[in-house]
């Protein structure tokens, strides 16, 4: 017998109903080993919920900038006059300016500013937007245009509650005064923030207006990177799987291949990186920042994914099938191509698609091959050179910004960051769709 | 784009040689497909196959070896500098490439004609000016040799082309027309196609071997070439890391690897239990509800990009953690000097290596056969000691294996500590303090201009090989570990 029952019997006090001191303590230990997991589980919920809300918050602010409205009287002799000179901006500029100070004083908004000191309060991308206009309807000459010009970023950070007048004191371009003027032309509707479609489609641009900053070229670098690793990686992959699953005797070789692909599964991404540095630059002598040589490092490393995927979706097509092919008379490499991977297809492209979203949040090769420290400003031309002229990818960019000294640039990362999100989002809910479409069970 | 061309006129080739070689065997047989050994589409195959591969075969050979032998040639144009200094001779030679390379897109922007090209002087003309209209920038100066050598080389390269051409389209033409005539009856004309497509997929299965190949060889190389700088003693117990790119570096590995595994074991140190006891309650005590909500919701943080924690990092919890523990934080204490600091980094590295171990240690312990609990229940044991006694004591060579999984992931997590870990590299003991690891070390040797010349260039590849070497080490001892317990229970 036990020491436990030996006890009761020497006590003779025990009962079935009363816990004794013991199991009390069992059952204590046992209760707060079960909370351990809750705590566990909250505590990584916990860091998702604050990871979500870091993005959503930070992040959604970048979708909408400051505008200021000005009407712009095209007079045909200082646009003459300022498309003969040597700074053709800097002319266009005293336009934008003089019509800035007209529309407050006409607002009844007192200010002691001169127009070029008014003026400090508009993004520098101002003028450029008005010539761009200028040189693009000609006919509109002479008449009087009502512009949404992008205010500073100190303006536009201003009315977003991230600079305030102490954080002024020491700034060079805008002091408190123009936040004065800020808030009643806000009153009258002359300054708004409204949703910025340029964020996303418009391109990156220079250190010091952030507020022109947007993701669309980096956007087109990604789309051009994914085209190369989709026709490189699903067609070798496959091919690779094919042979390793169904045609591949075990041998050292097959051995030797498999225990690589899932090693270098494991490999880290930056190792990738050098790898592209070495072979495609210093030999190879591709272009540096291209999007075609991005491509090929996200391929190679993309592949072990690939091939994993599509070897579990060949696993899962039973025997049966290429055993009744083969009996009606089809040869092997016939009723692998035939029935196998045609049955074997809606798994192969859930793991692509799982494969690319993970190549297009990649970052650490792309530092390596050059695709950061430099201004996406060009949208490629054409497909060849999308492939080839240097670009930045949507990780990289975001990269970029989060270096950048300007604190508004943190905003456009958090953002760019939401742009990234939704497309990896959605590239995995068509792969769950496929899944739940086509998925087979035998 | 003349190679498009080439290769747009080599499927035309391929596709006339397809429909000649079916129609050709069908001929063969009097008309009736029943007499051929195979269909007579395999008979076009064969025929398309036999005008690609030698023409393809060709085609790149030539495109391998037509700029190595042009500069060959014109090397000896290059009298300025001694044949014996290769490394200022590539510098030149590459000007060279790149000056008839702008003067190509010259004429094609129609900014030149040939014959201009030809009179163009040196010393009179601004051919930099030229060349950079179209978009091609030439860093050093353009002397009458450069241009003499870039003359010869366009026209070197105009012949090659030419003849590339003409070599390539005649290898598919002959290719095509020999495969034509082997066509009779009894040809197995499948058999030969099938063992073609089994060669096509036994090299794509080579490309995972080629990409390691490759990987090591690039390592290997550049160390090798970085150690011929620099002392390997010096690289390994150096103590000190201060590159200069005017030379005088001091490259040492060891505060590097000080701040790898300092951050990568506060990583562990947040990810493991949070990770292991998520996985215990999920598979153990979770109800079915539950699991399908908390295992998807701690998976959304393994597909997040690692550059969303790298901004988490710098822009979310650094902050937050100089708040607490900085200078006039809310503990009065002030141990961090900025928010860059291997506690930052750790933390968010941890945070992404949750769903790492949770998942691999949720399979294993489900791994662990139910009549082992159910004996364990049958003794008395409560739940919580048959985890502790009976099912952790199974699992634990898979659990260790899954820890080390992590940690390998951890030591090459580059873009959390690239953005949150800071830049010093410092021996220190103190969490708070900024901290650099090999991988953030690498991406800043490596960004920027580089010419692979320099030692503190080339020591990003020493570098890489120190972190491939020891990943590739703990991968190997996990997936081991891994094995050999799965064999247990099977």
Redesign the interface.
């Known amino acids: 017998m036990t020491d436990a029952s030996a006890n009761n019997s020497a006590s003779g006090k025990s009962s079935l109903l009363v816990q004794d001191a013991r199991t009390r303590n069992?059952?204590a230990?046992?209760a707060r080993?079960?909370w351990?997991?809750?705590?566990?589980?909250a505590?990584?919920?916990a860091?998702?919920i604050?990871?979500v809300t870091?993005?959503a918050f930070?992040g959604s602010r970048a979708f909408r900038q400051t505008f200021v409205t000005v009407p712009v009287t095209l007079d045909a002799a200082a646009i003459e006059a300022a498309e003969a000179s040597m700074m053709k901006t800097s002319q266009y500029r005293k336009m934008i300016e003089a019509a800035l100070l007209t529309e407050v004083s006409e607002a009844n908004i007192e200010t002691d500013m001169d127009a070029g000191k008014l003026g400090d309060m508009l993004s520098s991308s101002a003028p450029a937007q008005m010539r761009d206009f200028v040189l693009a309807n000609p006919d509109r000459i002479g008449d009087t245009v009502s512009f949404d010009f992008l205010t500073s970023s100190r303006v536009d950070g201003y009315l977003k509650g991230r600079v305030t007048r102490e954080s002024l004191a020491n700034d060079k371009n805008l002091d408190a005064a123009h936040l004065d003027l800020v808030d009643q032309m806000r009153d009258i509707g002359m300054v708004e923030k409204r949703f910025n479609i340029d964020f996303i489609i418009g391109s990156d641009a220079s250190e010091e207006r952030p507020e022109q900053a947007g993701m669309g070229v980096s956007i087109l670098g990604s789309l051009f990177m994914m085209f190369v690793v989709l026709f490189l990686s699903l067609?070798?992959?496959v091919?690779?799987s094919?042979?390793?699953e169904e045609?591949?005797p075990k041998s050292r070789w097959t051995d030797?291949?498999e225990v690589?692909?899932?090693?270098?599964a494991?490999?880290?991404?930056?190792?990738?990186?050098?790898?592209g540095?070495?072979?495609f630059i210093?030999i190879g002598h591709l272009p540096k920042s291209a999007p075609l040589v991005g491509g090929l490092v996200l391929t190679?490393m993309t592949?072990?994914t690939i091939?994993i995927s599509t070897r579990a979706a060949l696993k899962a097509v039973p025997p049966s099938i290429r055993e009744a092919a083969l009996g009606v008379g089809a040869?092997?490499?016939q009723s692998v191509f035939h029935h196998v991977l045609p049955l074997a297809m809606p798994g192969i492209l859930t793991g692509t698609i799982i494969g690319l979203?993970q190549a297009?949040?990649?970052?650490?090769p792309l530092?390596?091959i050059?695709m950061?420290?430099f201004i996406a400003t060009n949208y490629p031309t054409g497909p060849?050179d999308g492939f080839l002229s240097p670009n930045s990818a949507m990780?990289a960019q975001?990269?970029e910004w989060?270096k950048r000294a300007d604190p508004a640039y943190?905003e456009r990362?958090?953002g760019g960051?939401i742009i990234?999100?939704v497309f990896?989002l959605a590239m995995?809910v068509i792969a769950v769709i496929l899944r739940r479409r086509f998925e087979r069970r035998w | 784009?003349p190679f498009l061309w080439i290769l747009i006129a080599l499927i035309i080739i391929a596709s006339v040689a397809f429909v000649l070689g079916r129609q050709r065997a069908v001929q063969s047989a009097g008309g009736d497909s029943r007499k051929l050994h195979s269909l007579p589409g395999f008979y076009g195959w064969n025929t398309a196959i036999g005008a690609m591969v030698p023409s393809i075969a060709i085609l790149a050979g030539w495109m391998i070896a037509q700029p190595i032998i042009v500069n060959m040639s014109i090397a000896p144009m290059i009298t300025s500098v001694e044949a014996s200094d290769s490394a200022t001779l590539g510098l030149v030679l590459s000007n060279v490439t790149n000056v008839s390379e702008g003067l190509d897109a010259a004429i094609a922007a129609g900014a030149i004609t040939d014959n201009e090209v030809a009179a163009l002087n040196a010393e009179t003309d601004n051919i930099k000016g030229l060349l950079s209209q179209v978009g091609k920038v030439v860093g050093s100066d353009i002397t009458p040799e450069i241009l003499d050598a870039a003359r010869a080389s366009r026209n070197m390269n105009a012949t090659g082309t030419l003849f590339k051409t003409i070599v390539v389209l005649a290898a598919a033409i002959a290719g095509g027309a020999f495969a034509l005539t082997k066509i009779r009856p009894d040809l197995w004309a499948?058999n030969q196609v099938?063992s073609f497509?089994?060669y096509?997929?036994?090299?794509?299965?080579?490309?995972?071997?080629l990409?390691?190949i490759?990987?090591v060889l690039?390592?290997i190389?550049?160390t090798v070439k970085f150690f011929g700088m620099y002392s390997a003693t010096d690289f390994f117990f150096g103590l000190n890391w201060l590159p200069r790119f005017q030379g005088e570096s001091d490259l040492g590995i060891l505060p590097l690897m000080w701040g790898t595994v300092y951050i990568s074991i506060i990583a562990l140190l947040v990810a493991v239990?949070?990770?292991?006891?998520?996985a215990?309650?999920?598979s153990?005590?979770a109800s079915k509800g539950v699991r399908a909500v908390?295992k998807p919701?701690?998976e959304?943080?393994a597909?997040?990009?690692?550059?969303?924690y790298?901004?988490?990092a710098?822009?979310?919890v650094g902050p937050l953690l100089k708040s607490a523990f900085g200078d006039g934080g809310v503990l009065g204490v002030q141990w961090m000097g900025s928010a860059d600091a291997a506690m930052t980094a750790g933390l968010v590295m941890g945070?992404m290596l949750?769903?790492f171990v949770?998942s691999l240690s949720d399979d294993i312990i489900n791994a662990v056969p139910q009549a082992m609990r159910d004996g364990s229940y049958g003794l008395g044991a409560?739940?919580?000691?048959t985890?502790?006694q009976v099912v952790l004591p199974a699992a634990l060579p898979g659990i260790v294996g899954a820890v080390l999984?992590a940690a390998?992931?951890a030591?090459?997590?580059?873009?959390i500590v690239?953005?949150g870990a800071g830049a010093a590299a410092q021996l220190s003991l103190n969490p708070f303090d900024a901290m650099t690891t090999v991988?953030t070390r690498?991406?800043a040797q490596?960004?920027?201009d580089?010419d692979?010349a320099s030692a503190t260039a080339l020591v990003?590849?020493a570098l890489?090989m120190t972190?491939?070497v020891v990943?590739?080490g703990l991968?190997?001892l996990a997936?081991y570990i891994v094995r050999k317990y799965r064999e247990q229970y099977e």
């Open positions: 069992r059952n230990v046992e080993f079960k351990y997991g809750i705590t566990a589980i505590i990584g919920c860091f998702l604050l990871l870091a993005i930070n067609p070798i992959g091919a690779a094919i042979y390793l045609f591949a030797l291949i690589n692909i899932s090693n270098l494991a490999v880290p991404s930056i190792v990738f990186g050098i790898l540095v070495a072979v210093q190679l592949l072990p091939i040869s092997k490499m979203a297009l949040g990649e970052t650490a530092l390596l050059g950061v420290g060849i990780p975001i990269y989060a943190y990362a958090w960051i990234l999100l990896l995995n | 784009m499948r099938e497509v089994r096509v997929l036994i090299t794509a299965a080579s490309i995972a071997i990409t390691t490759g990987i690039s390592l190389f550049n239990p949070i990770g292991l006891f998520a215990i309650y999920l153990e005590y908390a919701a701690l959304v943080l597909g997040i990009p690692t550059i969303v790298g901004l988490f710098l822009l979310t945070i949750i769903p949770s409560t739940k919580s000691e985890i502790k999984l390998s992931r030591i090459g997590e580059t873009m690239v953005l991988t690498i991406v490596l960004t920027g580089t692979f990003a590849f890489g972190l491939f990943t590739l991968n190997i997936l």
